[in-house]
């Protein structure tokens, strides 16, 4: 049941963008060519989703093939991503007026799934929003790539578009929501006519918007276990003890709205000392440390405290290298 919601989703995300049968655009755009090269892209990313997604279901996802096709997936979004990026410093965010609606829709999805080029989509989102204003582009857009770019930072979300469930293939919860009580205002501001509660639901967990107290109960709580966690997190590298530092470390890094760059920097440092189950988290930490500025990777690469990201995941660690150079282009 759960897999099916999933692929529901995928599919909806798939035929979102696509007019109803016989309003497809009457008037011409004015880059067709360009129109027709994102729907490609569009295709191929969603066709790669799709398959991804089924290989998990049938519990394929420790396997050689699947970790081959991941790897396939990713480098069809950084081709993908490296595209639009010439796009638009060409012509500007794709409009319905450039590329029409279906294509200036299929641009934004290819914009969200290029997670690898987190400074990037910041970049697009600013593009995106005056398109939105102008009445040019989809508001729903906005809000859902917001959301991603405040995420990709560590950063509180505004509309609950995002959460930890991997598109509903492992349990999880949204991710730190900003005013929490006023969701589904904020949502429906933005287009997005399906409830939030529905949403989470299609996601594979449960969601009840709180009252204005229960929001402001759980915002405190979030920073009371930010300085709580933070101080054990210290104590516990200052005597060298990284194993203790790294478990709470982990719950600093989930105070989205409070935590800093610096503690994303320690938190994979003391992943990598302790050489934690969890090590995959230190490359994600690395990567959020630099979208929100931090250009320090090159000194710490080589540093003997994180050596150990070399080596327990080559994968990770080469896509990291990669991730690093590319957020070049954006700064």
């Known amino acids: 049941m759960v897999f099916r919601k999933v692929l529901l989703l995928?599919?909806?995300l798939f035929i979102m963008q696509l007019p109803s049968f016989g309003q497809r655009e009457k008037h011409s755009?004015?880059?067709?060519?360009?129109?027709?090269?994102?729907?490609?892209?569009?295709?191929?990313?969603q066709r790669n989703r799709i398959k991804w997604a089924d290989m998990i279901r049938k519990g394929k996802n420790n396997s050689e093939k699947f970790r081959e096709f991941t790897?396939?997936?990713?480098?069809?979004?950084?081709?993908?991503?490296?595209?639009?990026?010439?796009?638009?410093?060409?012509?500007?965010?794709?409009?319905?007026?450039?590329?029409?609606?279906?294509?200036?829709?299929?641009?934004?999805?290819?914009?969200?799934?290029?997670?690898?080029?987190?400074?990037f989509q910041a970049k697009c989102l600013i593009l995106l929003k005056a398109a939105v204003d102008n009445g040019q582009s989809n508001p729903r857009n906005y809000a859902y790539l917001y959301d991603?770019?405040?995420?990709?930072?560590?950063?509180?979300?505004?509309y609950a578009t995002q959460s930890s469930t991997n598109n509903g293939l492992?349990?999880?919860?949204?991710?730190?929501?900003?005013?929490?009580?006023?969701?589904?205002i904020r949502r429906e501001e933005m287009g997005i006519t399906r409830s939030?509660?529905?949403?989470?639901?299609?996601?594979?967990f449960n969601?009840?918007?709180?009252?204005?107290?229960?929001?402001?109960?759980?915002?405190k709580k979030l920073v009371l276990d930010y300085e709580t966690n933070l101080t054990l997190a210290k104590n516990a590298m200052n005597t060298q003890d990284y194993a203790t530092a790294a478990e709470h470390y982990l719950i600093v890094a989930k105070s989205y709205g409070t935590v800093t760059t610096?503690?994303?920097?320690?938190?994979?440092?003391a992943l990598a000392l302790s050489q934690h189950t969890e090590i995959v988290q230190a490359y994600t930490f690395l990567i959020r440390a630099m979208t929100r500025g931090w250009e320090g990777f090159n000194d710490i690469k080589d540093h003997e405290d994180y050596a150990y990201l070399k080596q327990a995941n080559e994968g990770k660690w080469s896509d990291l290298l990669i991730t690093a150079e590319e957020m070049k282009l954006d700064r």
């Open 262 to 269: 610096q503690d994303f920097l320690e938190a994979s440092k």
């Open 148 to 158: 991603r770019v405040q995420v990709s930072k560590g950063e509180k979300q505004l």
């Open 29 to 45: 755009v004015k880059l067709p060519d360009v129109s027709k090269e994102i729907m490609k892209m569009r295709n191929s990313d």
């Open 207 to 219: 969601y009840t918007i709180p009252s204005v107290e229960e929001a402001e109960k759980r915002a």
């Open 10 to 12: 995928l599919m909806t």
């Open 170 to 184: 492992t349990k999880g919860q949204f991710y730190p929501i900003e005013d929490e009580s006023d969701i589904q």
């Open 71 to 119: 790897k396939e997936v990713i480098a069809v979004d950084r081709k993908n991503t490296a595209r639009m990026r010439e796009i638009i410093s060409k012509y500007g965010w794709p409009t319905y007026d450039l590329v029409g609606k279906e294509s200036s829709n299929a641009a934004w999805l290819i914009i969200q799934h290029a997670d690898k080029n987190p400074l």
């Open 196 to 204: 939030v509660e529905e949403y989470a639901e299609s996601m594979g």
